[in-house]
């Protein structure tokens, strides 16, 4: 899918690509930027000190674009799901059971790009200060589209997290609460500077 395609399909007002999904994309802009900033600093000698860092961020990102496409895919899949889960007969004896499954997957899936977007923004974390200055406000751009990824992970967990019971509920909020207080303890260095 191309970009001018995705963001029509997105401002369609059809409820998949929503607002999980763009989380993935601004995941793989931000994984591309810091590449782009990794490339930028091996590039230069001057910048040799982060040579060893950004090699490591180049080959643990290798597949960035496959990840967010996957991603923005698997988003659209879950809450596919649990529209169909919703739209059984209420008489169906396996309704219920069925809208807490989606509702896990939904659940799930964000909870991924939480985790994903927190493996990008440690090594985000590891470039600062030893990147190639002359891309700095890329890699602020970086942060604060990692950010946003976080952010709209965490907003898509909550809102299926009411539709979750038992160990379900159990795991996912353990998850969550996991990821969301290490991401916290994150963006503020990935995006320092990046205020208007």
């Known amino acids: 899918m191309d970009v001018q395609n995705m963001m029509k399909s997105i401002s369609e007002g059809t409820p998949t690509p929503g607002g999980g999904a ?31 860092q950004s090699r490591a961020i180049l080959e643990a990102t290798a597949e960035f674009d496959s990840r967010a496409t996957d991603g923005f895919h698997a988003d659209c899949h879950a809450y596919e799901s649990v529209v169909k889960a919703y739209k059984l007969p209420e008489e169906n004896h396996d309704r219920q059971r069925a809208i807490e499954t989606a509702s896990l997957l939904a659940a799930e899936v964000p909870l991924d790009l939480m985790e994903a977007t927190l493996e990008i923004s440690l090594l985000s974390m590891g470039l600062f200060g030893l990147h190639n200055k002359n891309a700095h406000s890329d890699l602020i751009s970086c942060g604060l589209l990692l950010k946003t990824a976080a952010i709209i992970g965490s907003k898509n967990v909550e809102a299926n997290i009411p539709y979750l019971s038992g160990e379900d509920l159990i795991v996912v909020n353990a998850r969550h609460d996991e990821v969301r207080k290490n991401l916290l303890n994150v963006i503020p260095t990935i995006t320092e500077g990046g205020n208007l």
């Open 22 to 52: 763009v989380g993935w994309i601004a995941l793989g802009q931000g994984t591309a930027l810091l590449r782009m900033v990794s490339n930028l600093t091996l590039k230069s000698k001057k910048w040799a000190v982060g040579h060893e």
